[in-house]
């Protein structure tokens, strides 16, 4: 608040009949009392009597400003300003007067002519800083408290509004500066605590602006903005209860705060209470139905209980507001992809960049997925290459293009891209599943397992990934440990057949064949779509127990019940082995691998096969591209340095034996198979290869130890 100068002039009585300087006396004391209605009167009485009374003008200028007259000030300042034009005080007023109308630019001007005539405190620097600030003069407003500042350095409001003005310039670090300084001067502010934690978030110094809101709120409980300010930082910092506490809590202060339910909405969606968030939403929208944003957010939380058909209407609802909203392009494109609709996600991904505006690189990730889809991986790799150019901290286009370069067996850059991905989010659940992926085919089963607990860490109710553990601990013969795993995450309401199959692979691997029985029937009965794979793996397992009849009629109602399982074929080329039918294995090799090409086990296993029918040509054709696609997998050598013995080329055979156990010198078969390989070549060192075998669990080692082991 500006003060006005009151100026009490004393004046003789002259005579009875009053003066102007009489009148203009009176006028005074009466305005020193703060009776301005009075004031006024007298000093126009003063006026009446002499119109040249410059003073009088002035003066009742003064009692109009203080009784909120502000125009009828400004035309008594300006009858002061055409008498003496170089009245730094009438500028100086009239400049009060013009800010009281928010006449900013006339403030402005005033003020500065009062300094030019040499009225320069820190209070008219201030002053004319203010105008500046409600003129948006931000830059300007801050070399006017630069100036109050060298005036009057211990003042703490200077700091204050300088801080202000220069967050307004997006100076934030400058401003935190100033608020530094102010409250060192003045701890007791509460507003300049808030001002700069306001500052620290945008600079995304979270901490720092938590603490500072903590205090503000201490110290004024009822700072409703502060309460709401910090539900913000909470959501920055991932604590999205405390933020919707926070917002509930502010929302109690005061009710009509902008976007609340947005807010509310928002923070629930990232707290998997997405019915939660729908239902804010849905009072969102109420509020502003034409907001297609709000349908946007709404759909991607119904997207996530997959409710895709209410999640496309929201979309659609989104992009019908607004025909040029990149992101609902995106989001509905995604839900496509879900769909396997990837040619409607590639003209959604088309959409999307036509219309993006935030250059984050997001609308190029979707329509690199649709073209990955469609196996264009030239133009999804280009699309994912545009979009770290754009966004170069894009987590999702590194993952992308790094799954495209596993798939084209380029694992060494895929691991680079997709270590890139987790580096900048480390909550990337989808690169972690990835990475394992290519961490198994190249043979590194702890990496893999590794991975899929962090994925697991981060997105808990993944089935896939629950799946994809038990299976890689299955791999890496941790039967007991797989066990565990399936039993916990198991439930009475489990109804995916697949989780009670692979909790029968891992019994049957530590020889509960009847409990492994139970788990395979069990899978039928809660889920009729895993027949196939149920009676596969019961094939499988009598094949492991030498009950081959068994075996053969089980694989036999596995491919019955569905021609396309590959694992059907591929077991029944393993009983095929057995029986020494070779050609036949091969061609149900063959089957696995039209079936399901990615199935990479298959072509060392077809390579040992083509071994026996002499077809050399095409068996290291298949070794080749098993070791390309996994060449860290200790199995893939043990297969072919059998398939040399075959060949008989045991010196080839045994780099590739060595070569397995220097991969994994835990792994049984390899130890087993050169210690055999050994023992037929007169080599009695093959003994010891065979007790290692024993010692690592191989269940074939005893039966040759005793026959030709002393």
């Given at each position: 608040m500006k003060r006005l100068l009151i100026i009490i002039s004393f004046l003789p009585y002259l005579g009875f009949a009053q003066t102007s300087d009489q009148y203009l006396d009176i006028a005074n004391k009466e305005s020193a009392v703060k009776n301005y209605k009075s004031a006024i009167i007298d000093f126009t009485k003063a006026i009446q009597l002499n119109n040249n009374n410059v003073k009088a003008y002035l003066y009742r200028g003064n009692a109009y400003s203080n009784s909120s007259g502000y125009s009828e000030a400004i035309d008594d300042y300006s009858k002061v300003i055409s008498f003496d034009p170089g009245n730094a005080n009438a500028y100086y007023y009239r400049a009060n007067a013009y800010s009281n109308i928010k006449s900013y630019k006339n403030a402005v001007d005033d003020y500065t002519k009062a300094i030019e005539l040499g009225l320069r405190t820190a209070d008219i620097y201030h002053y004319r800083a203010n105008e500046k600030v409600n003129s948006q003069d931000y830059a300007g407003a801050v070399e006017d408290f630069t100036r109050a500042i060298e005036i009057t350095p211990g003042n703490p409001e200077l700091y204050e509004y300088r801080g202000v003005a220069k967050t307004n310039l997006g100076d934030n670090k400058g401003a935190i500066l100033d608020y530094d300084i102010s409250l060192k001067l003045n701890p007791n502010n509460a507003d300049v605590y808030y001002y700069r934690a306001n500052s620290k978030g945008t600079i995304a110094d979270f901490e720092g602006a938590m603490a500072d809101y903590n205090t503000t709120i201490r110290m004024n409980p009822s700072n409703a903005e502060a309460v709401f300010y910090r539900g913000n930082i909470k959501v920055d910092l991932r604590d999205y209860k405390g933020a919707i506490d926070d917002y509930k809590k502010a929302a109690g202060m005061k009710p009509d705060l902008p976007n609340l339910y947005y807010y509310l909405a928002k923070a629930a969606s990232n707290t998997d209470e997405n019915g939660v968030a729908i239902a804010y939403f849905d009072k969102a929208i109420a509020l502003n139905p034409a907001n297609a944003e709000l349908y946007l957010y709404r759909g991607i939380c119904k997207n996530r209980l997959n409710d895709t058909t209410a999640a496309m209407n929201d979309f659609n609802k989104a992009i019908n507001l607004n025909r040029k909203f990149s992101k609902a392009f995106q989001n509905r494109g995604d839900l496509k992809i879900s769909l396997k609709n990837y040619h409607g996600a590639l003209l959604d991904g088309d959409s999307s960049i036509m219309f993006d505006t935030d250059h984050d690189g997001y609308a190029y990730v979707t329509r690199g997925k649709a073209r990955a889809a469609l196996l264009d991986t030239a133009g999804a790799v280009a699309d994912y290459n545009t979009a770290i150019r754009e966004n170069p901290k894009n987590t999702e286009a590194y993952t992308g293009r790094g799954d495209i370069k596993a798939m084209e067996a380029n694992y060494p850059a895929a691991l680079e891209d997709l270590n890139k991905a987790i580096e900048l989010f480390a909550g990337n659940s989808y690169a972690y599943s990835v990475r394992a992926k290519i961490k198994s085919k190249l043979g590194d089963k702890k990496g893999s397992i590794a991975d899929l607990r962090k994925q697991l860490e981060f997105d808990p109710k993944n089935g896939d990934a629950q799946l994809k553990l038990g299976r890689e601990l299955i791999a890496d013969q941790q039967y007991s440990e797989a066990l565990l795993f399936f039993n916990k995450v198991i439930t009475p309401g489990t109804k995916n057949g697949k989780f009670y199959i692979e909790r029968g692979i891992a019994m049957s691997n530590l020889d509960d064949n009847k409990g492994a029985i139970a788990e395979f029937n069990k899978a039928m009965a809660v889920d009729s779509n895993t027949r196939s794979i149920a009676y596969a793996n019961m094939g499988n397992m009598k094949i492991r127990i030498k009950d081959y009849d068994g075996a053969q009629k089980d694989i036999d109602k596995a491919i019955l019940k569905d021609q396309n399982n590959d694992d059907a074929y591929f077991y029944r080329a393993s009983l095929k082995m057995i029986q020494?039918?070779?050609?036949?294995?091969?061609?149900?090799?063959?089957?696995?691998?039209?079936?399901?090409?990615?199935?990479?086990?298959?072509?060392?296993?077809?390579?040992?096969?083509?071994?026996?029918?002499?077809?050399?040509?095409?068996?290291?054709?298949?070794?080749?591209?098993?070791?390309?696609?996994?060449?860290?997998?200790e199995n893939n050598y043990v297969l072919r340095a059998e398939a040399k013995i075959n060949l008989k080329d045991p010196a080839g055979a045994f780099k590739d034996f060595d070569k397995a156990i220097e991969l994994n010198p835990r792994n049984p078969d390899a130890w087993f198979n050169r210690g055999l390989a050994k023992i037929n070549q007169n080599d009695n060192s093959g003994c010891a290869d065979l007790k290692k075998a024993l010692e690592l669990g191989s269940k074939d080692a005893p039966d040759v130890i005793k026959k030709y082991c002393r």
């Open positions: 020494k039918n070779y050609l036949g294995a091969v061609y149900d090799y063959i089957s696995v691998l039209l079936i399901n090409p990615d199935n990479i086990k298959t072509y060392a296993y077809r390579g040992l096969a083509e071994s026996y029918t002499l077809d050399t040509a095409d068996m290291r054709t298949d070794f080749a591209e098993a070791i390309k696609l996994s060449p860290r997998d």
